[in-house]
């Protein structure tokens, strides 16, 4: 499961940072079950010094055409249509347009994969 190996490989960033508060940001945009990841990380942590707080970075995309910046949450998208992009992130594409000049030419500044940062060291 994917959920499980991002767990892991976090864990193993986790340890190299030696640290024992960390954030993990999460991307709104993520092909991952958020809670499943977060609840496998945990047990992957379990019995370690290590404080997770867990925080979603919301998605932002750049408009490769009129420069327009927009979030995910400003696009008007039908559960279905969030279904797919969950799914598959590259489908965004057919989904979401420029709401100033509707172009599906738009760059995602922001809002995907997993990032660790540690808050302070030992
Ligand atoms: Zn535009």
């Known amino acids: 499961m994917h959920e499980f190996s991002l767990a892991r490989a976090a864990k193993e960033t986790i340890l190299s940072l030696n640290c024992n508060r960390i954030i993990v940001y999460i991307g709104q ?59 598959l992130p590259e489908s965004i594409h057919i989904f979401v347009k420029c709401p100033k000049c509707f172009s599906n030419d738009f760059k995602i500044v922001e809002g995907r994969g997993v990032f660790i940062e540690k808050c302070e060291t030992k």
């Not at 998208?77 to 279904?83: D, G, I, T």
């Open 29 to 87: 945009i993520q092909q991952i079950d958020i809670d499943l990841f977060k609840n496998a990380l945990l047990s992957e942590l379990n019995g370690m010094d290590v404080n997770v707080s867990f925080q979603e970075v919301k998605a932002k995309f750049k408009c490769n055409v009129c420069a327009n910046e927009f979030y995910y949450d400003e696009i008007d998208l039908s559960e279905e249509e969030k279904e797919d992009i969950h799914f």
